[in-house]
């Protein structure tokens, strides 16, 4: 453990319980993790709107945020924010065929997130609820600019996408990851991913890979788990992820980070 110099985490069902909060043990552990040297990255699929939803400010301001599948990064810590990738003008035809498909899908399109362009209607409470956002924040599928596009996200609204996840052929510049037993899914440049743009974070930071701590839980991390020093599972992580883990610890809805934390990179600062 002494080579760690870095904590890598997943967001949802990781560092966020299942109602999306971040356990205060949790937040404490994290924040003094970072005061004894420690950088800290999440990284997650979900738009920077929505983290600062979830994620107490004492805790962003001490981390580097990787958004959208990896396409945006937030360096709180500088206060700077780039773009690795976008998807490009391929987009605007990706997004006419969404629009056309039947039966009819919700589409979301993402920049930097913040701003995002939607083919649905919102209520002020759903806007807030389900996007995080308020209708300053919302465009229509006509005002894209497709120069920045970052992600885009199909929602069947319940219903399955499969003959959408068929079209991955035609569009071999992309990502196509199912979510949701395949009810939503999300189209993201395929030249990056979390484990890529991780690497790049930690390359500014002038840290290995091997010199990481992973905590995570589901398949989209499994790149990552595989480059980390030590690969840590939640309780609930899907089976692979386990099985590639170096230890399994407790439910995201318990204090199994902090006390994890707590067991080995804190106790050994403190007792050095």
Known sequence: MSDIRA????LDFTL?????????????????AHDKGFQLIIATSRPVRAVRSFVPEAL?????????????????TRGHQWQMSC???????????????????????????????????YSDEELRKKQHADFSMLKTIEQIDYGWISKVTADGQGQ??????????????????????NTVVNIVPKAIDKSTTVVTVLKRLQIHPSEML????????????????????????VEPLKEAANTVIG???????ADYLDATLLREQASA
């Open 251 to 257: 439910d995201c809805d318990s204090d199994a980070i």
């Open 214 to 237: 992973v905590f995570a839980d589901e398949m989209p991390d499994l790149r990552l788990m595989e480059m980390a020093g030590v690969a840590v599972a939640m309780g609930n992580a």
């Open 160 to 181: 399955p996408l499969n003959a959408l996840l068929e079209w991955s052929g035609d569009y071999p510049e992309y990502s196509f990851i199912p979510a949701l037993e």
């Open 87 to 121: 998807m490009g003008l391929t987009a605007r035809k990706l997004i006419k065929r969404l629009r056309d498909a039947e039966p009819p899908v919700q589409i979301t399109a993402e920049c930097w997130g913040e701003d995002f362009a939607t083919n649905r209607e």
């Open 60 to 76: 962003l301001q001490r981390c580097t945020l990787i958004t959208l599948n990896g396409a945006v990064v937030h360096e709180f």
């Open 7 to 10: 904590i890598v985490l997943d």
């Open 16 to 32: 966020l319980t299942r109602d999306k909060t971040v356990r205060p043990r949790t937040l404490d552990s994290l924040v003094r």
